[in-house]
């Protein structure tokens, strides 16, 4: 049930969604791993939107060279823990919600345990090494993720549901070179809301989701693209002959 | 024979948005993309490895459905083919 003060907060958008589909927001809980240049703006969002509960990971501290793109910190923040920078902040905007703020690292031992009991995962990480452990635990535990990445003034985004559609290893078998990427806080902004969009019309079972189609965004052009995307059959982490934690267990 | 082939992201500023070929008959997806990058060291490099093979990460489709670069050698373009050359990227 929205209390009163819910009903109030969310007016606008339950013209748009019900109150039925606020319940639903309220009822979810999203896993937001990272909380930097795609961190902020979806963590931002998802709160004022009324996710009931926000889980939002991250190891690092604020450095004064994050503040032109991660909207979550200020100033004052430099050299505070971006968790704890996240979890004042998103309490300011939305005392209504849970926040679940984790000074930890996402990495092979931890992030099954991390994600816990999360109705989907936004992958707003920086390196494909973690995204493709967390592609893992969507697969294992049958929940979505939803993939956004940023270089300069591109962005990509997908939505991968297990079973429906490619998981992220099928799209991207290989890492690209790590590097310092070049970065306009727009870019992950607008890719940011992609991937927030896309959360909200899984939670509220609305509209057509980002699944099998890579949305690429050129921000120099000032277009967007979609490509097909399919599941590869010999992929490593999902396909036919691939060994997941699930089937090993099931194995054991 | 057209075939339209498009870059995305780092291979755009580097090669372009968009090229029409006019490759002839019997050319496949690999031969038309280093025709296509010849001449431009840099955006050729960002494409190709020292051993002129596509480079590990890029993503290379045709008419919406994705090519192995270990099958690109022996995928012939057919006349009016839609070719997709881009790099994931990887910031967030
Ligand atoms: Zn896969």
Redesign the pocket.
Known sequence: MLSERERERYQRQILLFGEEGQERLKEAEIFIAGAGGLGSPVAIYLAVGGVGTLTVVDSDAVDRTNLNRQVLHTDRDTGVKKVASAREKLEALNPDITIRAIDAHIGEGTAAKLVGRADGIVDCLDNYPARYILNRVALDKGIPLFHGAIRGMYGQATTIIPGKT?????IFPKAPPEEEFPVVGVTPGLIGMVQVNEVLKYLLGTGDLLANRLFLWDGLQGQATEICVE??PA?????DG?ERGRVKRRKG | MKARVRFFARFRELLGAEVIAEPAPGTSFLTLIRDVTRGNGEGHDAVFDEGGAFREHVILMRNGKRIEATDAGETMIADGDEIAVFPPVSGG
């Open positions: 490619p998981c992220l290893a099928c599941r590869n992929c490593a982490t999902c396909g691939a």
